[in-house]
């Protein structure tokens, strides 16, 4: 329908079937099959002759002003649906937690050092499956993920979670603390994300259960700052603690068992309308 439209609008631009297949290039006889099968199609002639030429019809004139409306919407979807395509292919969007963005943020720079091209832009996660599938993510990147068949996985690696105090906290003069001995601790204890529980049930529920929860932040510099202000202590992935640590800051590692949590990158199943995430996904296998 689309290329009719195309030979019957040339024909009426130049007023004869002869000029009208020479800037189409193709044949006469080609052009005047396809405007008898849109005639046929409209139930109308759309051409009368006049002399050497062509007249356009009272029904052709309507079909006419329909005929560029239409073409012009086409083009205009052509044009958007190639920006759409352009622009998706270099931009990458990651949901991923502050906490974790500074553990990663020297392979961002890696990576964005290998594809400058690619434009990427960090969000939260909280259901990184389900944003994963509403496409308002590219890439997730987190420790908690619930199965789906629509998304895949991959390890990055793994953290060991540690105890962090104040210089002059009763324990800060411990370098090793039992898990188990988390429930005798005397100040709040913040825990670093509305999971962090779920993270230490493997290692005992009945003391993961135990141990208070004032407050709530998956940001590793708000739960570092009320430490400093001496509020309790916080249970924070080493690195992150490290990264902010100073004299006025105590690690203490545990043990019995040592808590661990795994970072992951996920990824729908049918990503490949977007270069951009396999070569995201490429980068990360090669570290």
């Known amino acids: 329908m689309f290329r009719q439209l195309e030979c019957f609008i ?23 099959q396809q405007i008898r099968f849109l005639e046929a199609e409209v139930g109308a002639a759309l051409f009368e002759r006049v002399g050497r ?3 356009v019809t009272a029904d052709g004139e309507i079909l006419y002003d329909k005929a560029l409306s239409v073409m012009r919407l086409l083009e205009e979807s052509k044009k958007e649906t190639h ?29 964005h050092e290998q594809y400058p091209d690619i434009t990427i832009k960090f969000t939260s996660v909280e259901n990184t499956s389900q944003q994963l599938l509403n496409s308002s993510i590219d890439i997730g990147i987190t420790d ?7 998304v895949h996985m991959m390890h990055l690696y793994k953290e060991e979670l540690a105890l962090v105090v104040y210089a002059d906290h009763p324990w800060a003069d411990r370098t090793v603390v039992s898990f188990h001995e988390l429930e005798d601790l005397e100040s709040s204890l913040f825990a670093s994300d509305v999971s962090l529980l ?14 208070q929860s004032k407050f709530e ?9 009320m430490v ?16 902010f640590s100073g004299q006025q800051l105590k690690i203490i590692r545990l043990i019995d068992p040592t808590p661990v949590r795994e970072i992951k990158l996920l990824f729908r199943r049918h990503h490949y309308n977007n270069p951009s995430v396999q070569k995201c996904i490429d980068f990360f296998l090669r570290l």
């Not at 908690?144 to 629509?150: D, G, L, R, S």
């Open 10 to 32: 040339q024909i009426c631009r130049e007023g004869s079937f002869t000029k009208a297949a020479e800037v189409l290039m193709i044949s006469q006889p080609t052009l005047s």
């Open 53 to 55: 030429g062509v007249k």
């Open 228 to 243: 400093l202000l001496k509020m309790g202590a916080a249970i924070l992935p080493v690195g992150s603690i490290e990264r």
């Open 217 to 225: 932040s998956n940001s590793a510099a708000i739960l570092l700052s």
């Open 144 to 150: 908690n993920y619930v199965p789906n068949k629509e």
């Open 83 to 111: 920006e759409l395509r352009h622009a998706r292919v270099h931009k990458l969007t990651i949901g991923i937690s502050p906490m974790d963005f500074f553990g990663l943020i020297s392979r961002f720079v890696k990576f």
């Open 198 to 211: 779920e993270h230490l049930q493997p290692y005992g529920a009945t003391h993961a259960n135990s141990l």
